[in-house]
């Protein structure tokens, strides 16, 4: 009986120095708890066992992928049946190959296929382990030796897969909280990156450096409200050399500006521009002769016109080594295939020796965007030292699923004609920003003024035909 006077009074003594929006909180909380089971245990319906038994018969799960048209655009498969180079055979069709990523024309140089067969020889096909175990070869090693000399940067990180290149560096750096401004016509891989960033996205008009600003001067205004959020906030601005959506090239000079002007860390995709743009293929920053101190962070595919595979990162060295706990793709990916590291270092053998094969490219180029600016039918779009170039339809349709399967079409009858061109595959109903369907064509440095002549004569035959 004691006990009873003591349990009031130590109730009482907690009501007293508990506050009453805890009290209620807590009340409120009991209550929930009390309600879910009296409406767990009275609300839930009974079936008898004949009506149980009726329900699994006639229930039907859903599917586990939803419905996918069978004539969808991405399903639409050419078979390559052939080794990739100049031309290529599609679909038992022998074509001239304006399709493929080869912009040195390198898949089909003998000394590096060579030397790629020798390090199989050697090292066998794959590693089948990440980079951080037992995936580390001395041949990766002296290919980020290699990568690091040639961009004259401290130091490089290779990957596996070009891809997950740039969408591993994004994230390894900006995080949740953080700010990236971005370019609105960025690809597929920089747009994944942002996503697994969880940072704040804001997206500038393609290649406008007015809108930029304004973004970059809204942003400033918010950081004058609230100091000491934005002394913990990082900022960055990522931007690709040639943009694979559009082949334009990014202004480096004009970003670099408000790098400095806005204290921002730039990230640059090279993937198209390294090995296409600078006397000696350095890419873009070698192009408008920008010091490399003044890009953060450089990455590129080494898919393009390195003809091999994988992707690497160049930078300080406090920067670059960051990705090596940080990088995902880096971490949780088998390493690089040694005879394609082998590739690679082959491929910067050539570069280095060989300097005027960058030269020979820009021509081509320029000779190739001249003559495909007279289609009656088409428009280009691109710059014309760009190796990748954009037809669209003089005339935007208003569904996009539509244009695109016209450009299929136009695509198929070309390569029944010997030319291998491609309609731009993207994931409309993901991309971040609206993409227009176009035609991608790729210039080779292989190519002679009568093949581009050529392309062009059949290329004008199949369009007006289909679009008359």
């Excluded at 401290?154 to 700010?179: H, L, N, Q, W």
């Excluded at 943009?243 to 334009?248: D, P």
């Excluded at 992707?311 to 005879?339: D, K, N, T, W």
């Amino acid at each position: 009986m004691v006990a009873i006077p003591y349990l009031f009074n130590e109730i009482e003594r907690i009501f007293r120095n508990t506050p009453l929006y805890a009290i209620t909180l807590e009340a409120f909380l009991l209550l929930s708890v009390i309600w879910l089971l009296l409406y767990k245990r009275n609300g839930r319906k009974h079936f008898t066992k004949e009506e149980e038994e009726e329900l699994i018969a006639n229930y039907e799960p859903e599917p586990l992928v939803p419905h996918t048209d069978p004539n969808h655009p991405l399903l639409h498969v050419r078979l390559v049946q052939s080794k990739v180079g100049k031309r290529v055979v599609v679909n038992g069709y022998d074509c001239l190959n304006l399709a493929s990523h080869n912009y040195l024309g390198l898949l089909e140089d003998e000394e590096i296929l060579e030397d790629a067969c020798k390090s199989l020889r050697k090292y066998g096909v794959g590693s089948c382990g990440p980079r951080g175990f037992y995936g580390t070869m001395d041949v990766h090693l002296d290919l980020e030796d290699r990568l690091a000399k040639f961009m004259r940067m401290e130091e490089a990180v290779v990957y596996s897969y070009g891809f997950s290149t740039v969408a591993s560096a994004i994230p390894a750096y900006s995080k949740r909280g953080d700010i990236i401004f971005v370019d609105a016509a960025v690809n597929f891989a920089i747009q994944k990156g942002l996503d697994a960033s969880r940072s704040t996205i804001y997206f500038y008009k393609h290649n406008d450096m007015a809108d930029l600003e304004r973004l970059l001067m809204q942003q400033e205004q918010k950081d004058r409200k609230n100091p000491n959020k934005a002394a913990k906030t990082r900022r960055f601005l990522v931007a690709e050399g040639i943009y694979m959506n559009t082949g334009q090239l990014c202004p480096l000079r004009e970003l670099v500006q408000l790098r400095a002007k806005y204290k921002l860390r730039l990230f640059l995709d090279e993937s198209i521009s390294f090995g296409v743009l600078g006397k000696t293929g350095r890419g873009i920053a070698e192009h408008f002769n920008v010091d490399l101190v003044e890009v953060d962070l450089i990455s590129a595919g080494m898919e393009w016109a390195m003809g091999s595979i994988g992707g690497f990162c160049v930078g300080s060295h406090f920067i670059v080594e960051h990705q090596r706990l940080s990088g995902v793709g880096y971490c949780f990916s088998a390493s690089l295939p040694p005879m394609l590291a082998q590739a690679a270092i082959s491929a910067l053998n050539r570069f280095e020796k060989d300097a005027q094969i960058f030269a020979e490219l820009q021509e081509t180029s320029r000779l190739l965007h001249q003559i495909f600016s007279n289609f009656s039918k088409l428009t280009i779009g691109g710059h014309p030292l760009s190796p990748v170039k954009h037809l669209y339809l003089n005339v935007t349709w208003e569904q996009v699923n539509e244009e695109h399967k016209k450009l299929m079409e136009i695509s198929d009858k070309c390569i029944a004609r010997g030319i291998a061109v491609i309609e731009a595959c993207y994931l409309y109903n993901i991309e971040k920003q609206p993409v227009r369907p176009s035609l991608r064509v790729t210039a080779n440095r292989l190519l002679t003024l009568a093949d581009i002549n050529d392309a062009f004569e059949i290329i004008e035959d199949v369009t007006k035909e289909l679009l008359n």
